[in-house]
């Protein structure tokens, strides 16, 4: 009923930067925080940033200042704006989302199937 849709990644030299994109379609009522995560190899996912509906922004302490979050509700799109990437940020990125449907007015969470992002010279 619900998807998720990331796209943006990609190879980047350090550095540099990219912008992601997650894009939730369906039978949507409502979405409430939306948020990125990420998932190095032998690592565990961890948070990267979220939004609320209303706009209040959540950054992990290693991406402060380099990444920044952005929505655009009317699209159910959630953006990742990545800038001076370094090779620690190199992972597989997830768009996570709180999402209730007009059949499931209390909502879930929501993954995207995630997107690679590479940081290499």
């Known amino acids: 009923q619900v998807q998720l849709v990331e796209s943006g990644g990609g190879l980047v030299q350090p550095g540099g930067s990219l912008r992601l994109s997650c894009a939730a379609s369906?039978?949507?009522?409502?979405?409430?925080?939306m948020g990125w995560y990420r998932q190095a190899p032998g690592k565990q996912r961890e948070l990267v940033a979220t939004?609320?509906?209303?706009?209040?922004?959540g950054y992990a302490d290693s991406v402060k200042g380099r990444f920044t979050i952005s929505r655009d509700n009317a699209k159910n799109t959630v953006y990742l704006q990545m800038n001076s990437l370094k090779p620690e940020d190199a992972a597989d990125y997830y768009c996570?989302?709180?999402?209730?449907?007009?059949?499931?007015?209390?909502?879930?969470?929501?993954w995207g199937q995630g997107t690679q992002v590479l940081v290499s010279s």
């Open positions: 939004i609320s509906s209303g706009g209040r922004t």
């Open positions: 369906g039978n949507i009522f409502s979405i409430d925080v």
């Open positions: 996570n989302a709180y999402i209730a449907t007009f059949r499931d007015r209390f909502g879930h969470d929501y």
